[in-house]
């Protein structure tokens, strides 16, 4: 099972006290506001009216919230060649884990787990001659099979913390981030994917979000 499938199969998982945020958060850069993007023209008014957008960032960086099934994976390389900006888009799975894609206006491509532990519990492989994934989950050839997707998805983290930095360098972003730190917070939990990825772009050194104004 590829990595997206896999995803999007745990998309239509949800959690027994709690459901989280299953969809795509898009992050991109625009004088205008994202969702008037011509790649977003073919989505009816009605589920457009849903989505969400999270507080920007300073220099035009904006986040739009997209529930599940209204972001297709062509959608990035639109939208970068809308903004002329480097964009990335996190594919999130019942708040519990997120690949990260990124894309530079040069066609370069990166991703990346957040929550590898969730990640590796998802894509770890399964048996052929396996009937009922129920009965294997929990199990000591689960944990075995879990163990060595984590060994692999660990194994990629320092290349693709390069490759976001790479990202974010494209994008303008000042040269403060240090690659020891991205690989630390790509190693690490929250127990929102959200939030993980938040902390991403602040690692990166993207510019905070802005702080509501108060009341009056």
Do not use: Y
């Amino acid at each position: 099972m590829c990595q997206w499938q896999a995803i999007r199969c745990a998309g239509n998982v949800s959690k027994e006290d709690s459901v989280g945020f299953s969809g795509h958060l898009v992050f991109a850069r625009g004088e205008r506001p994202l969702l008037e993007a011509p790649v977003f023209d073919s989505i009816d008014q009605e589920p457009k009216g849903t989505v969400q957008a999270c507080r920007p960032r300073p220099g035009g960086w904006q986040t739009l919230r997209f529930d599940h099934g209204l972001w297709e994976d062509d959608h990035l390389l639109a939208l970068v060649e809308w903004t002329g900006a480097p964009a990335c888009v996190a594919h999130v799975s019942d708040s519990d884990v997120a690949l990260v894609t990124g894309l530079g206006t040069d066609g370069q491509r990166w991703q990346a787990w957040l929550n590898l532990d969730r990640a590796a519990a998802l894509l770890a492989e399964e048996p052929e001659d396996l009937d009922d994934v129920s009965l294997w989950v929990g199990t000591p050839d689960f944990d075995e099979a879990v163990g060595r997707k984590r060994a692999e998805l660990e194994a990629d983290v320092p290349a693709d913390a390069e490759g976001a930095l790479a990202w974010a360098a494209a994008a303008g972003v000042p040269a403060a981030a240090q690659r020891a730190r991205i690989e630390e917070l790509l190693h690490s939990r929250e127990t929102f994917a959200e939030d993980l990825f938040e902390a991403l772009l602040d690692e990166l050194g993207f510019p905070r979000a802005t702080e509501p104004s108060p009341e009056p």
